[in-house]
């Protein structure tokens, strides 16, 4: 395994990948510190979330290369602040070409889903995030075969099982 640091380091991987990458979030509350002034906008009602412009800008760029970026969000029950704020810009990661979906936590640990949040990239490896009280303080990479392959496994239990984005959070787009 390889350490890689949060930041630059840490962002190339999502950079660089050639294909496709995939993201399974479980934690209740990530403790970002460029999300705390958007959060408390948000509790205010008044959202802003310009912050994430360049994440969608990339995700654009890597949709129009034919690149794939999927995740499966994990629904604390109940349901934190976070949690919440994050649904609230859901949609503007779709927009951006992101598929997002979502599952109950009770069903995810009846699935065996883990309790780290990781990545898969290109189905060759896997980033193990690690996180402090800043945050993502970075992941652990791996291309072992045993560990990738356990972390597909979950993949493959948990995608087909999650709901879409749309259908969980904007009834309106449900199609009928």
Known sequence: MTWVNRGAEFADLLRTFKTSAWRWECQGTYHEPEEQGPIQAWREGRPDFAFVEPWFAQIRRQRAEGKRFERVRMLTDPLTEYLQWLAAMTHLNIAAGEDIRW????????????????????????????????????????????VVDDHRRWRDTVWPVAVRHAELFEPAKRSP
């Open 103 to 146: 599952i109950g936590e009770t069903e995810a640990r009846e699935l065996g889903a883990p309790r780290h949040d990781f990545y898969i990239l290109d189905d060759e490896r896997v980033a193990i995030m690690h996180f402090d009280e800043r945050g993502a303080a970075g992941a652990e990479v791996t291309d072992d075969p045993v």
